[in-house]
């Protein structure tokens, strides 16, 4: 005998978020989705539901689900005692999401066409990909792989960097730029960052260069290439390699120049937060033909071009990109520009609706720089601490807003300590801005109505604080 419990639900849809038309609609779709998800009817009148819920069900797990089936963000209203709680009702909001990919028709159409084929890995849309992105950055070749983590991964081996080696760069990065220099065994040898534009401050590079300095590997954070002009003339005066870790970067330039081309070698990734996305990927560009065909090799178990498939010349890896990521990809890069532009407008809005807040930094283009949003990350004021960012990361995400701390200092990560005995105030400026970070929802079709719940919502927020 199954015991039935009935537990009465409320639910409220926030006016400031939901028209009236909507919110009807999402309190009939909650409604709706309970129904389904329990195999019982639901007995509703206006905005209460009686909802029996038998055996393992939990209103917890139910309104997991809920919200996985709707996309929408629901809080339950509580009354606790002693003993137990009553459940008044629900607040529901909509989710606003950190980001989504961009894909149309005619990317699933080329995806489609490669499954109908037998070509799913070392196929020809692998090549086709990598022509159109060579030709699209300016470089002579470029090499597809698995990630953008693979792709500096083995920049570093064809530069033959490693053990005893030290590669100068940025500690406010993910964690992958720092990550391909330690797997090849060399060692991460980091400077602060400017206060202005947050990339590695080019007045400090010259400090930490040694004869075990063999490459600099500066990050075009969130998409901004200033100093990077600077970067490249030290690398010439003092005769180094420059890694330029572009997988936050593609489409943007400066002084007219294309991120990718500062460097010896240059990579981009393809992840479904970036502008162009392959689901998982990654590409190598450079113009040296040597280390293109080394990193060929190296992708694809060290086998060599005239090879067979059991012969392998070197030790290598598989950071293979199947045709099928390739097949997105090139639909994706065709349309860069338009990509490009939406980026454009949805960061315009946000800096038209957030330029006159004094509570925040907000970003915008340096002089000369033409940048292609990756993401949109604004600064608390110097005032506030990271455990008020904290509190406002944690209340944006509870209204249903999916916001991010890009990026916690690299340095201080728990592995980083341990083999570095590296501590606070190891590099200050990094320091400082990580603990005030805001990444807010960024992506192609982001309206201008969800961006303006965003920013009123953040306003209402600080306000609190």
């Known amino acids: 005998m199954h015991i039935l419990r009935a537990v009465i639900l409320y639910s409220v849809c926030r006016s400031s978020i939901f028209s009236k038309e909507a ?16 195999s019982y009817k639901a007995i509703v009148f206006r905005q209460v539901l009686v909802l029996p819920i038998r055996g393992n069900h939990t209103l917890k ?20 005692f002693p003993k137990f709680k009553i459940v008044l ?24 066409a490669v499954l109908r084929t037998p070509d799913l890995s070392l196929g020809p849309k692998v090549g086709e990909f990598e022509r159109a992105f060579a030709a699209y950055i300016g470089r002579n070749r470029a090499v597809a ?6 792709g500096l991964h083995l920049c570093m081996l064809a530069l033959e960097i490693g053990q005893d080696d030290e590669v100068v760069t940025t500690p406010f990065t993910f964690i992958a730029t720092v990550n391909s220099v330690l797997m090849a065994g060399a060692k991460p040898v980091f400077i602060d960052i400017d206060p202005d534009n947050l990339n590695m401050d080019p007045a400090r590079i010259e400090s930490v260069i ?60 393809f992840y479904p937060n970036k502008q162009v996305t392959t689901g998982e990927g990654g590409m190598i560009l450079t113009d040296d033909d040597r280390l293109a065909d080394v990193c060929e090799s190296l992708r ?11 012969a392998h010349e070197q030790l290598g890896y598989n950071f293979r990109l199947s045709d099928i990521n390739c ?3 090139i639909v994706q890069l065709a349309r860069i520009n338009q990509i490009r532009a939406k980026r454009k407008q949805v960061a315009k809005w946000y800096q038209e609706m ?30 506030f601490t990271a455990a008020q960012r904290d509190r406002v990361l944690k209340e944006m995400m509870a209204a249903g807003i999916q916001v991010s701390n890009y990026f916690p200092p690299v340095h201080l990560q728990p592995f980083m300590v341990k083999q570095f005995g590296y501590s606070e105030g190891d590099f200050p400026i990094a320091e400082s801005v990580s603990k005030r970070t805001i990444a807010l929802p960024f992506y192609n079709n982001l309206t201008k109505d969800q961006i303006a719940t965003v920013c009123k919502t953040l306003r209402q927020v600080l306000d609190g604080i």
């Open 23 to 38: 919110s009807t609609s999402a309190h009939r779709s909650v409604h709706k989705a309970f129904c389904a998800l329990t």
């Open 145 to 150: 792989v698995n990630s953008g983590t693979s």
């Open 300 to 310: 694809n178990q060290g086998r060599g071009k005239g090879g067979g498939w059991l």
């Open 61 to 80: 797990g139910l309104l997991q689900r809920t919200e996985n089936v709707l996309d929408l963000t629901i809080q339950p209203i509580t009354i606790w």
């Open 327 to 329: 097949a997105l990809g």
């Open 210 to 269: 040694n004869p075990k300095t063999k490459a600099i590997m500066p990050v075009e954070i969130f998409g901004n290439p200033a100093g990077f002009d600077l970067i490249n003339q030290i690398a010439e005066r003092h005769k180094l390699t420059v890694v330029e870790d572009s997988c936050e970067a593609l489409g943007s330039a400066l002084n007219g120049k294309a991120v990718g081309t500062f460097g010896t070698m240059s990579v981009f990734g």
């Open 89 to 112: 009702g629900l607040e529901v909001f909509m989710r606003i999401h950190l980001s989504r990919p961009d894909i149309t028709e005619r990317e699933i159409e080329a995806v489609v």
């Open 354 to 383: 957030l330029a006159d807040d004094d509570r925040l930094f907000v970003p915008i283009e340096p002089k000369g720089c033409d940048i292609s949003w990756f993401v949109f990350v604004v600064r608390l004021a110097e005032d």
